[in-house]
């Protein structure tokens, strides 16, 4: 498995301090954040899932606990939208250049608005997708959120 990925040259372009750690990525799993977690030995609050969505027809990417449902309406509302819809996956796929089960908030082909669920900042660190799966970024929920120049609000339903 490649160590370097768009999201790694994006976080060290940025100077953000984070560690790599890897997994068997398990593709039948039913929830890849949930199989990531326990891979790890992590609390799922911890491991974070990233989510491609529409708000209005308009792409945003939500970043929520790997064990948590997104509220659509909180993220519409979020982005001052009306209506929230998960992307379909080979729309995600063409447009952050990652396959599903690693689609990384770093380094996306196209820079899209971010919203993250605000409880992540209490955790002291947090895992986020690498740009590949099995790969996961440990970083500071602060960091992820300056370099994303993400909102953070309630987003767990």
């Given at each position: 498995?490649?160590?370097?990925?768009?999201?790694?040259?994006a976080?060290?372009?940025?100077?953000?301090?984070?560690?790599?750690?890897?997994?068997?990525?398990?593709?039948?799993?039913?929830?890849?954040?949930?199989?990531?977690?326990?891979?790890?030995?992590?609390?799922?609050?911890?491991?974070?899932?990233?989510?491609?969505?529409?708000?209005?027809?308009?792409?945003?990417?939500?970043?929520?606990?790997?064990?948590?449902?997104?509220?659509?309406?909180?993220?519409?509302?979020?982005?001052?939208?009306?209506?929230?819809?998960?992307?379909?996956?080979?729309?995600a796929e063409?447009?952050?250049?990652?396959?599903?089960?690693g689609?990384?908030?770093?380094?996306?082909?196209?820079?899209?608005?971010?919203?993250?669920?605000?409880?992540?900042?209490?955790?002291?660190?947090?895992?986020?997708?690498?740009?590949?799966?099995?790969?996961?970024?440990?970083?500071?929920?602060?960091?992820?959120?300056?370099?994303?120049?993400?909102?953070?609000?309630?987003?767990?339903?």
């Amino acid at each position: 498995m490649s160590q370097s990925t768009r999201a790694t040259k994006a976080l060290e372009a940025a100077g953000v301090a984070f560690t790599l750690h890897t997994y068997d990525y398990d593709a039948s799993a039913e929830r890849i954040g949930l199989q990531a977690a326990d891979a790890l030995g992590e609390d799922p609050a911890r491991i974070l899932k990233t989510l491609m969505a529409l708000v209005d027809g308009e792409p945003v990417i939500a970043i929520l606990p790997s064990d948590a449902q997104v509220a659509m309406k909180k993220l519409a509302a979020a982005f001052v939208g009306r209506k929230a819809k998960m992307m379909p996956p080979a729309d995600a796929e063409r447009l952050t250049g990652y396959k599903v089960g690693g689609i990384s908030p770093f380094g996306q082909m196209r820079k899209v608005p971010v919203a993250m669920e605000e409880t992540a900042l209490a955790e002291p660190h947090v895992f986020i997708n690498g740009g590949q799966r099995g790969l996961q970024i440990r970083m500071n929920p602060q960091d992820a959120v300056t370099v994303l120049d993400a909102l953070t609000i309630p987003l767990v339903a």
